[in-house]
């Protein structure tokens, strides 16, 4: 039977029980004025006058006064000669009832506290076997096992981290052919600890582990095992490991472990903090005493910074898996596994939109190819092409257009030049990255935002990389100067991003006349709440003086960069501020027509890409724009 009818059964008994209690003790008590006599009494009354009625049930009998209406009771013996004819002669009004009815009310009588104690019971237990947060099952392991009815992930499913896949591939073959690896006196590994940012495909890969490996797969949380009981974290991980070990060979998967694994002697309640409880139970399962043959345990986390050192030696987590974000072949082929669901224009490049995506990770690029869907939907579009891939992007990138944002015709003037001039800066430095897009169009906590296109990832970056970006900072102030006569605040985050930028690069990346040296000694303060990274001074105050120096004169070459090239380029910066508020956008191609001094072809619509008859009841909306993860974002809001 249901649990849900079971519960109504015995709420609906409960309540029936307690009416038909109310209801006989209201009658058998017959209120306030309800009084007992004698059999003596009765009769007296009755040669008196001043009874009006009486009812006999059997052996009971109540009745009522003439006077004032009260009743009373009394019992008299079964059969009792001459009583009814000596009332009726009196002018009592006598009324004879069934005895064999009362029956039915004694033994309900009797059996309501027994059927009470019953239904409490049943109740009771009922809450204490059940699942959850139930009384007796707080101790008990809240792991989910795969269902073999649910849909499977296998490893076709995953794309762009093809290094961590060879290594779970290897952990299935051990846990299919195990033998093959003993004969040769190797050992199944006991923990693999996946590590990446957000994002990348942590748990995504352990789903997929599940879906291949044809083993008992457990998943559980590293937040389901600590509650507010002492004690619990510590039994459900028994619990959990118990269950392994009956369905051995098995994968365990626990996902974000530093909720337990957090280095230990950093909490506020010291050896005995609960979680540290919880961790040292899970240490002991994983190597202790006790083996856990055939059961693997699969972590995620992204910061394994703040893991306990005994948590991450051999012997617990064996391997170390990194899961990082894709490079540009992975991010193709993270499209590619996201676009099946899709349909395609022909004119969508998978390879221009994943050249386009430096630093995107997985769960990035779904989010991508999911905008760019909308994006044609909204249009009424059969398939979605590549200019909706490049709204998406923008949008993943900066969030959507704020349109509601107003801003007045010297603001919007304030805001083209200052962006003219990261462009022109940018276009004409060399060593820096080919321009994508730039528009005034206000985006996230930006009036306006000038865009590069990477041609590969970058994962080291020489000097003249960073002192072109240093000038390129310097683009949108020089512009203000140059050809407004005014500085506005909406360079402050441009200034603010150069001075961090020029202190790595004397203080940590060794590009100054200091020379090789590290300056600030980076220390991790084990805060309860995690390691957090602290600064330590370790050099001199005449160092200080040198260092700022060297800063201030980073930021100055850049400045002086910027000024001189758009100091140089009067015309072309007049142009092309004027067209950035006509059209608000400019692409790659506008921009190069611009400084090469061409026309521009007319504005694009994003009806232009749609099927025959799509458009006739669509409503013309502008091409919107966004940011790389580079430089020049340019104004923030507060200017």
Not at 113 to 120: D, E, R, S, T, Y
């Amino acid at each position: 039977m249901n649990s849900t009818v079971k519960t109504i059964l015995i709420w609906v008994l409960m309540i029936g029980c307690l009416v038909s209690v109310w209801q006989i003790v209201a009658r058998t008590s017959g209120g306030a004025h309800d009084t007992g006599i004698s059999l003596t009494q009765l009769q007296d009354y009755a040669d008196k006058g001043r009874i009006s009625e009486i009812t006999v049930n059997g052996t009971e009998v109540t009745g009522k006064y003439k006077d004032n209406k009260d009743s009373f009771h009394t019992t008299i013996p079964a059969n009792y000669p001459n009583l009814y004819d000596n009332l009726r002669t009196k002018g009592v009004n006598v009324t004879i009832k069934d005895p064999s009815s009362n029956f039915w009310v004694a033994a309900l009588i009797q059996l309501t506290p027994v059927l009470l104690m019953v239904a409490l019971f049943l109740f009771l237990m009922r809450q204490m076997q059940s699942g959850g947060n139930k009384a007796l099952s707080f101790g008990k392991s809240r792991a989910r096992l795969l269902s073999l009815q649910q849909k499977k992930v296998t490893f076709k499913d995953v794309a762009g981290v093809n290094e961590a896949k060879e290594e779970l591939k290897e952990i299935i073959e051990f846990l299919r052919e195990s033998q093959k690896f003993q004969k040769l006196g190797g050992r199944i590994p006991k923990g693999v600890l996946l590590v990446g940012p957000p994002g990348t495909g942590k748990t995504l890969l352990a789903r997929a582990v599940a879906g291949e490996a044809n083993v008992p797969f457990f998943s559980i949380s590293g937040s389901d095992f600590v509650e507010m009981f002492v004690g619990v974290g510590a039994s459900r991980v028994r619990d959990l490991f118990e269950q392994g070990k009956k369905n051995a060979p098995c994968i365990i998967f626990i996902d974000e472990i530093d909720a337990v694994g957090r280095h230990r002697g950093a909490g506020l309640g010291g050896g005995h903090d609960e979680r540290e409880q919880t961790l040292n139970q899970l240490l002991v399962e994983m190597d202790g005493f006790e083996s856990n043959e055939g059961v693997i345990l699969i972590a995620a986390t992204n910061r394994p910074d703040v893991l306990d050192p005994a948590l991450l030696r051999p012997g617990r987590f064996d391997r170390r898996v990194i899961v990082d974000r894709p490079d540009i072949r992975g991010r193709e082929e993270v499209l590619r596994v996201h676009a099946k669901k899709v349909p395609m224009a022909d004119d969508v490049n998978l390879n221009v939109l994943a050249r386009g995506t430096p630093g995107f990770s997985g769960a990035d690029l779904a989010n991508m190819v999911n905008e760019a869907a909308l994006t044609a939907a909204r249009y009424n579009r059969k398939a979605v092409h590549m200019y909706d891939f490049e709204v998406a992007k923008d949008k993943v990138l900066m969030g959507a257009e704020r349109k509601s944002m107003l801003l007045s015709d010297e603001e919007k003037k304030v805001t083209a030049y200052h962006e003219a001039g990261h462009v022109l800066v940018a276009a004409m430095r060399d060593h820096s990255d080919p321009l994508h897009k730039v528009t005034i169009i206000p985006r996230g906590m930006a009036l306006g935002v000038t865009m590069h296109l990477p041609q590969e990832d970058k994962h080291t970056v020489t000097r003249d990389y960073l002192e072109s970006q240093l000038a390129i900072f310097m683009g949108g102030r020089c512009a203000e100067e140059i050809f407004l006569k005014q500085m506005t605040t909406g360079a402050g985050n441009d200034i603010e991003r150069a001075t961090d930028l020029a202190r790595r690069m004397v203080c940590e990346y060794g590009m100054s006349k200091m020379g090789p040296m590290t300056y600030g000694k980076k220390e991790g303060g084990e805060i309860f709440l995690g390691r957090e990274i602290q600064q330590h001074r370790d050099f001199s105050d005449d160092t200080a003086e040198q260092i700022d120096a060297e800063v201030k004169k980073f930021v100055h070459d850049g400045y002086s960069s910027a000024y001189q090239i758009l100091d140089s380029n009067h015309d072309i910066m007049h142009r092309m501020s004027q067209l950035l508020l006509e059209r608000e956008t400019l692409d790659a191609d506008e921009i190069r027509l611009i400084i090469e001094g061409k026309d521009l072809p007319p504005m694009k619509s994003p009806l232009a890409h749609a099927e025959p008859g799509d458009g006739d009841t669509q409503k013309v909306l502008k091409p919107e724009s966004g940011r790389a993860p580079g430089f020049g974002e340019g104004r923030p809001s507060h200017a």
